[in-house]
T-cell receptor, first 111, second 116 residues
Framework: GENVEQHPSTLSVQEGDSAVIKCTYS??????FPWYKQELGKRPQLIID?????GEKKDQRIAVTLNKTAKHFSLHITETQPEDSAVYFC??????????FGDGTTLTVKP | EAGVAQSPRYKIIEKRQSVAFWCNPI?????LYWYQQILGQGPKLLIQ????????DSQLPKDRFSAERLKGVDSTLKIQPAKLEDSAVYLC??????????????FGPGTRLTVT
């Protein structure tokens, strides 16, 4: 089955700096790659996603890149703010809709 | 639009007891998922329904877990008997459809289960 590895597990940055989280996947059938933000005690919320026919997608301070050949994708957050502090999960999904999640990255943005 | 509803929000049971969780997806969403999220880990898919049929239940511990989605709308997930390692948050999610174009999953608030 699919295996998704996410790094780093924790990340601490200064406010205004950039943060990068990386994920690798194993199943070449995966074609949809969402990123979720989960605040303590709350449900995961989709922040950005990318499909396999696209190499990069940007939404204001957030961007995602995908390298299908290497089977890895990354989340980039620029100009980080304290409210960006949360746990971020990547996921890989197949056509059948089965999603496999990474184990999460705890991002702390220091004021 | 109303979101995914789940109940109860919290449940504490003793090991070997049984428990049931309920999920009501967003209206019109054909696909429903149940995930188990253990503290410090990402959500793990337990079962996926397309309408009232099971698409994937390969990671569902079928000796103790069962799920159904009668009439293709609401769903229940049951654990019988519960073990200590079942302590987790159980998340229900729904999406409009699956297939060639994947759609966003919307998560419910989850049920936090503690097994003592």
């Amino acid at each position: 089955g699919e295996n998704v590895e996410q790094h780093p597990s924790t990340l601490s940055v200064q406010e205004g700096d950039s943060a990068v989280i990386k994920c690798t996947y194993s199943d070449s059938a995966s074609n949809y790659f969402p990123w979720y933000k989960q605040e303590l005690g709350k449900r995961p919320q989709l922040i950005i996603d990318i499909r396999s026919n696209v190499g990069e997608k940007k939404d204001q301070r957030i961007a995602v890149t995908l390298n299908k050949t290497a089977k890895h994708f990354s989340l980039h957050i620029t100009e980080t703010q304290p409210e960006d502090s949360a746990v971020y999960f990547c996921a890989a999904r197949t056509n059948a809709g089965k999603s496999t999640f990474g184990d999460g990255t705890t991002l702390t943005v220091k004021p | 639009e109303a979101g995914v509803a789940q109940s109860p929000r919290y449940k504490i049971i003793e090991k070997r007891q049984s428990v049931a969780f309920w999920c009501n997806p967003i209206s019109g969403h054909a696909t429903l998922y149940w995930y188990q999220q253990i503290l410090g880990q990402g959500p793990k898919l337990l079962i996926q329904f397309q309408n009232n049929g099971v698409v994937d239940d390969s990671q569902l511990p079928k000796d103790r877990f069962s799920a159904e989605r009668l009439k293709g709308v609401d769903s229940t997930l049951k654990i019988q008997p519960a073990k200590l390692e079942d302590s987790a948050v159980y998340l229900c999610a729904s999406s409009f459809a699956t297939g060639l174009f994947s759609y966003e999953q919307y998560f419910g608030p989850g049920t936090r289960l503690t097994v003592t």
